[in-house]
């Protein structure tokens, strides 16, 4: 195998593993078998252009999952009322408000009190769980809330409404790299059943 060849087949390895990871499409510097001898024909000013290095591609990470909907992180506009501003009491009173509601539960998250967020939760996901065991599923996971806030609220009727809130967290990454924080985009679905506002789980 020549050092040509070799060279072909790592910048397609390389390409190829930038456009997996959502990188703009990059140009081979390594010219085809077949167009060597137009590219020594060529005049110098071609081979003048040719040797400038083209732009690095642009990689960005993305987010996307279940709870980043829109796929790439979301900075936070203008803070308003967040999870800092959310005062916690034993017991807890829950507030009737949907966005103060919404807040509320992650601030109980955020507190690692998931026992007492377990209340926020539609009457339909509580019959299949307990206060215990979901309290011990959302302490168990790697991420670690820092703040929420309320982007917006939509509402399709006076009892069904998204909640789209905005998140600060801490990821741990490894041992050698520690963690770091990300912003990112929740859309939440809340049902009011018999008057009160109910987060439904797995939206």
């Excluded at 377990?118 to 019959?127: A, D, I, K, M």
Aim: one cysteine or more.
């Amino acid at each position: 195998m020549n050092k040509q060849f070799q060279k072909k087949l790592l910048w397609g390895a390389l390409t190829l593993a930038l456009t997996a990871c959502g990188g703009q499409n990059v140009k081979s510097d390594v010219p085809e078998a077949e167009s060597a001898p137009v590219a020594a024909a060529a005049p110098a000013e071609a081979e003048s252009q040719a040797a400038t290095p083209a732009p690095a591609p642009v990689v960005r990470d993305s987010l996307a999952s279940s709870t980043f909907p829109d796929g790439d992180p979301v900075p936070p506009g203008p803070k308003g009322h967040t999870t800092a501003e959310i005062k916690l009491k034993t017991p807890h009173e829950p507030s009737s408000d949907l966005k103060e509601r919404a807040l509320e539960r992650w601030a109980l998250l955020i507190a690692n009190r998931g026992a007492d967020a377990f209340q926020y939760l539609t009457p339909g996901y509580r019959s299949n769980k307990n206060a215990e065991q979901y309290g011990a599923e959302m302490g168990a996971r790697p991420v670690r809330w820092k703040e929420i806030g309320v982007n917006s609220v939509t509402c399709e009727d006076d009892d069904s409404c998204e909640v789209s809130l905005w998140s600060e967290s801490q990821v741990k990454l490894s041992v050698a790299m520690g963690s770091n924080s990300v912003f990112g985009g929740h859309l939440e679905k809340w049902l009011k059943i018999d008057g009160v506002w109910y987060y439904l789980p797995n939206y």
